[in-house]
């Protein structure tokens, strides 16, 4: 995942860590606790509707892939070649465990949104960035970065929270806590810590002008709706949720 270059601290009960940091502790563990999860189940399906035939691609990356979701996807889809990278070894090593069982031949790097992934320039032909931008503060870095890896006509499938969400959940708590920066990440560590991890609702309108302005012309967009069936299956106070998005997907196209 990217790094947001904030140090770990404690405020009351919690720790607030970097995303590098809060990856490597819950990456042994990442994808039994986001199993089931319906807001993966919405972007998921979304992300898949957008990407372009791989069958006879050369290398497409999965960037910020984490444990490896959708670089797995990708290989079994059949490019030439398929590479996953992120800023956090422990997620690659569960990555490579995977594809290894899979049988799947993928490359792992070791690379960081912010301007520093380990791709020559214009090398891909396709890539997806999931779930991932709203851990930046700034995204213009980020897709300047993942646009100069990208060839001509290439195509940059992103995805993240809903900015809906993300707005909604800061609005809330800074309502009770006037100082507070969430939306967060949250999660319980080994040792029994409450850990959180600052997330930044970026618009939609944000995305489309770093995007512009990287090269990169929107294509379609999704925003997957919570529904009926989807609140009945999962619960979670979905039922509250229904009509609204819970992920953005947008597929892009370099200039």
Not at 78 to 93: R, S
Not at 202 to 221: M, N, V, Y
Request: net charge negative.
């Amino acid at each position: 995942m990217p790094d947001a270059s904030a140090k770990a601290r404690m405020d009351g009960d919690a720790l607030f860590l970097a995303p590098v940091d809060a990856f490597t502790e819950i990456a042994d563990t990442y994808d039994a606790r986001l199993a089931g999860n319906p807001t993966l189940l919405l972007e998921s399906g979304a992300v898949l509707s957008l990407l372009p035939d791989l069958s006879r691609s050369g290398r497409v990356a999965d960037l910020a892939c984490g444990t490896g979701r959708y670089a797995l996807q990708l290989a079994r889809l059949g490019p030439a070649e398929v590479i996953g990278v992120d800023l956090a070894p422990a997620m690659l090593a569960v990555a490579e465990r995977k594809a290894r069982r899979a049988e799947l031949p993928i490359t792992w790097r070791t690379g960081d949104l912010n301007g520093d992934l380990p791709l020559a320039d214009s090398s891909l032909e396709a890539a997806v960035c999931a779930l991932a931008l709203s851990f930046l503060p700034d995204l213009a870095p980020a897709l300047r970065e993942i646009a100069r890896t990208l060839a001509p006509g290439g195509t940059l499938v992103v995805s993240d929270y809903h900015p809906h969400g993300l707005c909604a959940a800061r609005a809330a708590s800074q309502a009770v806590f006037a100082r507070d920066r969430a939306p967060y990440f949250r999660f319980t560590s080994a040792a029994g810590q409450e850990c959180r991890v600052l997330q930044t609702p970026h618009t939609i309108a944000d995305c489309f002008a770093a995007a512009q302005s990287a090269g990169l012309i929107l294509e379609r967009i999704a925003e997957p709706l919570t529904d009926h069936r989807l609140a009945s299956t999962y619960g979670q106070g979905l039922n509250e949720k229904i009509g609204i998005p819970l992920a953005v997907v947008m597929r892009f196209r370099k200039s």
